[in-house]
């Protein structure tokens, strides 16, 4: 691992040379702070913090206001990897000029290198607008949960020649539009495929098989914090339990009259 800051550019080289891209969520500084110190390329403030931090049962009641203190968190901790923030559901759909203030905004406030929102052909305006004004962007196609309502739920996107070609045309138009990546989450592991050959800015899967160029996932899943995670992710740890036990030997500690130690106490 190297200790070089990874910019922009160094995603279409891994692509190129292909160096598999990692990416992974996180939400707080020392969460940044670990998975920097890990080796971690790339940082997504993701608005599933508002399914695993806040305690929404979707991403889309998050708002940018409660975004961007986390952003800015991630943002102070991480010396090596990239960070790119997402604007959450409402704050870009409207029109291209929506979307560069919420991104200027974003950018300003949080430290983050790059904006990610949701959609293809359909935000493909924004896009322009948003690199344009000079702010790197990644995309995010396949199944995109802001969009869970409109999809019918969480289902697999890429599927058949149509779900194909609409994928393709998409990301095609991400590219043009000027975004540095592209997110492919829970994409038919062929569809995935298709775009990445397609494509000259690399793919980041998530639930789109290991032809991607890169992956990501939420990193309660990738640590084992929930006794939950999604069939495409894979638990690296136990960190739910590992916390559960630590927070239990905290408790028999204090009612045992164990803790605080002589060694923890400050004497006259
Ligand atoms: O918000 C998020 O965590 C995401 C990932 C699932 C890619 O967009």
Redesign the pocket.
């Known amino acids: 691992m190297s200790l070089k800051k990874v910019r922009i550019h160094h995603f279409k080289e891994m692509k190129q040379r292909g160096e598999k891209i990692t990416m992974l ?1 996180a939400y707080d500084f020392p969460t940044a702070k670990a998975f920097d110190a890990a080796g971690v390329d790339m940082l ?1 403030v ?4 508002g399914d695993n931090v806040l305690g929404y049962d979707s ?1 889309v009641p998050v708002t940018l206001d409660e975004m961007i203190p986390f952003a800015r968190a991630v943002s102070r901790a991480a010396e090596r990897a990239f960070v790119v923030a ?1 604007l959450p559901f409402g704050t870009y759909e409207v029109s291209p000029e929506q979307a560069v203030e919420s991104s200027i905004r974003m950018m300003k406030l949080s430290g983050a290198q790059a904006i ?1 929102f949701e959609g293809g052909r359909r935000v493909a305006r924004q896009v322009k607008a948003v690199t344009d004004a000079g702010i790197p962007f990644c995309g ?1 196609l396949g199944f995109t ?1 802001q969009s869970e309502n409109a999809l019918g739920g969480h289902r697999v996107q890429g599927r058949g020649e149509q779900g194909l070609q609409d994928l393709l045309d998409d990301a095609l138009a991400l590219q043009e539009a000027g975004a540095f990546a592209v ?1 492919l ?1 829970m994409v038919a592991a062929p569809a995935a495929e298709a775009v990445t050959k397609a494509l000259d800015i690399p793919t980041i899967g ?1 639930g789109a098989g290991s032809s991607t160029d890169g992956q ?1 996932l ?1 990193w309660l899943d990738m640590a084992g914090v929930g006794d939950w995670h999604p069939r495409f992710s894979r638990q690296f740890g136990a960190v739910g339990a590992e916390m559960t036990n630590a927070a239990a030997g905290y408790v028999q500690a204090v009612k045992g009259v164990e803790f605080p130690a002589a060694e923890h106490t400050f004497e006259s």
């Open positions: 969520t997504l993701g608005d599933s913090l991403t997402d990610k995010h949960p997110v989450e998530i990501v939420v």
